[in-house]
Nanobody, 123 residues
Framework: QVQLVESGGGLVQAGGSLRLSCAAS????????MGWFRQAPGKEREFVAT????????YYADSVKGRFTMSRDNAKNTVYLQMNSLKPEDTAVYYC????????????????WGQGTQVTVSS
């Protein structure tokens, strides 16, 4: 079992930046693939990014590629999502997730979820 707690959300103007963090419990953090997902009002949850267990590989949704960067610090049991050049359409609740297995882009492939953190981008 692993517990995930997101932080770093907030209100930012279009073009600005935010850095989300996801802190994980336990001693086996490095054994999990990690992912970020988001859900905007009236829309289904969508994949944002995923990172391999070592942090050596990342994969991004086309909508955020070139603007968002996912990273992890296994020594701190923490995964990050650096969000630059934010757009109003990035407004959503952002969720951190952990997967027992390789990188994946579907929510039902992840085993553990955080409670989410709100990101609001104003125009």
């Amino acid at each position: 079992q692993v517990q995930l707690v997101e932080s770093g959300g907030g209100l930012v103007q279009a073009g600005g930046s935010l850095r989300l963090s996801c802190a994980a419990s336990g001693r086996t953090f490095s054994t999990y693939t990690m992912g970020w997902f988001r859900q905007a009002p009236g829309k289904e949850r969508e994949f944002v990014a995923t990172i391999s267990r070592s942090g050596g590989s990342t994969y991004y949704a086309d909508s955020v590629k070139g603007r968002f960067t996912m990273s992890r610090d296994n020594a701190k049991n923490t995964v990050y999502l650096q969000m630059n050049s934010l757009k109003p359409e990035d407004t959503a609740v952002y969720y951190c997730a952990a997967r027992i297995g390789p990188m994946a882009g579907k929510g039902d492939q992840y085993d553990y979820w955080g409670q989410g953190t709100q990101v609001t981008v104003s125009s």
